[in-house]
């Protein structure tokens, strides 16, 4: 999954605004315009299409953590240059405040089976030997599942 897709999903299950879109970034200190999020938004195929770039969504998931959780005594969340699959799920769940249970119930909306055990591997330290890389296809069923419970329509 690319960045676009996933802040189109977020957008969508949670019914965020333009306005509130770049609330959320600018919780992160990063100032966007609506134009950029209009552009973030359209299809890989539309000729005004805009990738979003590692940083700058880093800037909304940590935006998009604060919104939810608040912002922390002290230093302000780094906004990373890089990510990966496994960083975007542990914004998720940070921002969401999910437990292992929860994610696991959420996936299970998707229709998606996975172990705690699994799914533990996924927030691990890229060091350790038990870290396992997230895969599309679980992070694809998991903001399926983030819809299926947030968005009632």
């Not at 939810?68 to 302000?76: E, H, N, Y």
């Amino acid at each position: 999954m690319n960045n676009n897709d996933i802040l189109r999903k977020l957008r969508y299950t949670f019914d965020f605004s333009d306005d509130k879109m770049i609330e959320l970034f600018a919780l992160a200190d990063a100032e966007v315009t609506r134009a950029a999020v209009s552009d973030w938004m359209k299809k890989e195929d539309d000729p005004s299409f805009i990738q979003l770039l590692d940083k700058d969504f880093a800037c909304f998931l940590n935006g998009f953590i604060i919104d939810k959780r608040g912002k922390k005594d002290g230093q302000a969340p780094i906004n990373e240059k890089s990510l990966n699959n496994n960083i975007i799920f542990r914004k998720l769940k940070i921002a969401l405040n999910f437990q292992d249970d929860d994610i696991l119930e959420v996936l299970d909306l998707a229709g998606f089976r996975f172990s705690k055990h699994e799914l533990s591997a996924f927030f691990r330290s890229p060091t350790q030997s038990q870290f396992r890389p997230c895969k599309d296809q679980v992070l694809r069923n998991f903001m399926l599942g983030l819809q299926l419970k947030y968005r009632k329509d």
